[in-house]
């Protein structure tokens, strides 16, 4: 029953097998890390041609299509492109923190994958402190940020340092508060414990939750900078922002952390909020049936592809017919969904303007989020009684956003006023 779920955990115990008992601690470490630094490459390469291929659909175009079929192979090509460019330094600018910069807005983007728990026993290292690792981790990125701006020795770049580093401590207030919640509700900061206590229900399906998950997962986007939160590059004002002046695989380093980064907020949204691997009990042959139609309905695809593909997908729900949907495939739909919320929202809101931007988190977010530490207490202490502590605790987080949206409420246009010259 647990064969397809386990296959991967499976799969590094045969290996450790293996090797001595003296050795095992260490090549299970080796493991994690080195298949850690090989799917975090491959994860940035295609969430590059899902972006591209999402935002072309939305504006009505192809988007790749040269390289590969479906354009498939374009991150390669761009990969390749980036490593061959020419590195050029600015004169003036400091040549140690600028190489060091981008090194170090990668390092903590892949640290994060430590803690992600992909499947039921599919965690790299289960800390009894791992929210506390998230967030001490995911803060040093505005480090890496002021120092590539600064090291530039150029205006635009200093200017995108300086929002970037303001947008991230101000985000990373609310995105901290709306946790607090899971962790007085669980009682634990173990990632596996969170998703473990929202077997029987996910936590976005209580007011506190919905509320606690809407503002993990905006305040997370704006702390890696994605739109509608891109003050830190705004193309149109400080041409790139904190790397304007890189080129080459520097650059290509800050787009790589970026990415991840985009891509842990989905996921650790979906392990706090959204019951992290937990799903229905689907019998495998559903999502074989449905991967083998999407796979034989491909078009572009050459014709033998489509066949063996299909093929191998019946295959596949003929043999686990009779098992659930694995705990792996669940936590990356669920993530992948978020990503493409993501993708959503850069192709249909445009940049806010600073003072909208730091607004919303400082007047908005930091009481909500407040608000919500306490609805979650409301919603938990008269969890003898489910339905009248829901309503309970959706009251008071409705009267006070409602407060908060006419606290904030700016002045209404008034009719202009033309002075014309005598």
Aim: proline share 6%; with cysteine.
């Amino acid at each position: 029953m647990q064969e397809l779920d386990q296959v991967f955990v499976n799969a590094k115990g045969w290996l450790l097998s293996l090797f001595p008992i003296g050795l095992r601690p260490w090549v299970s470490i080796a493991v994690s890390v080195g298949v850690i630094a090989a799917i975090a490459p491959f994860i940035m390469m295609y969430l590059t041609w899902l972006e591209r291929k999402i935002i072309a659909r939305m504006q009505n175009r192809f988007g790749p299509t040269r390289v590969g079929v479906y354009g498939l192979l374009q991150p390669i090509s761009d990969g390749i492109k980036m490593l061959i460019k020419e590195d050029i330094v600015p004169r003036g600018a400091d040549p140690l923190l600028h190489i060091l910069a981008p090194i170090l807005s990668l390092a903590p983007a892949i640290l994060l994958f430590a803690v992600m728990p992909f499947g039921r026993n599919m965690i790299a290292a289960d800390l009894n402190v791992g929210l506390l690792y998230l967030f001490a981790i995911s803060s040093i990125s505005s480090y890496s940020i002021f120092m590539g701006g600064w090291a530039s020795r150029s205006k635009f770049s200093i200017l995108g340092a300086m929002r970037g580093v303001a947008q991230i401590i101000s985000y990373e207030v609310p995105g901290v508060l709306s946790v607090v919640a899971v962790i007085m509700i669980t009682g634990t900061l173990s990632m596996v414990g969170i998703v473990e206590a929202q077997a029987d229900q996910w936590f976005v399906f209580t007011p506190w939750g919905i509320v606690g998950c809407l503002m993990f997962f905006l305040s997370g986007v704006a702390e890696v900078n994605r739109t509608p939160f891109d003050m830190p590059e705004a193309e149109s004002e400080l041409v790139g922002g904190f790397h304007t002046e890189y080129s080459g695989m520097k650059f290509a380093l800050w787009y790589m952390a970026e990415f991840l980064e985009s891509f842990a907020i989905c996921a650790f949204t979906t392990t706090l909020f959204l019951g992290g691997w937990q799903g229905p009990a689907v019998p495998f042959w559903v999502l074989g049936l449905l991967l083998a139609v999407i796979v034989a309905t491909g078009t572009k695809l050459p014709a033998p592809i489509r066949s063996v593909g299909a093929a191998a997908m019946l295959g596949a729900a003929v043999l686990w017919r009779t098992q659930v949907i694995p705990s792996w495939a669940w936590f990356l739909a669920k993530t992948y969904a978020l990503v493409f919320v993501l993708v959503w929202l850069r192709g249909t809101f445009p940049r806010l303007r600073v003072d909208q931007l730091m607004g919303l988190a400082w007047k908005f977010f930091l009481p909500l989020g407040l608000v919500n530490i306490v609805a979650a207490g409301i919603w938990w202490s008269l969890r003898e009684t489910p339905w009248f502590g829901w309503i309970a605790s959706a009251v008071v987080l409705a009267l006070s956003a409602w407060a908060l949206v006419l606290a904030n409420k700016p002045e209404p246009l008034q009719p202009r006023t033309y002075i014309y010259a005598d």
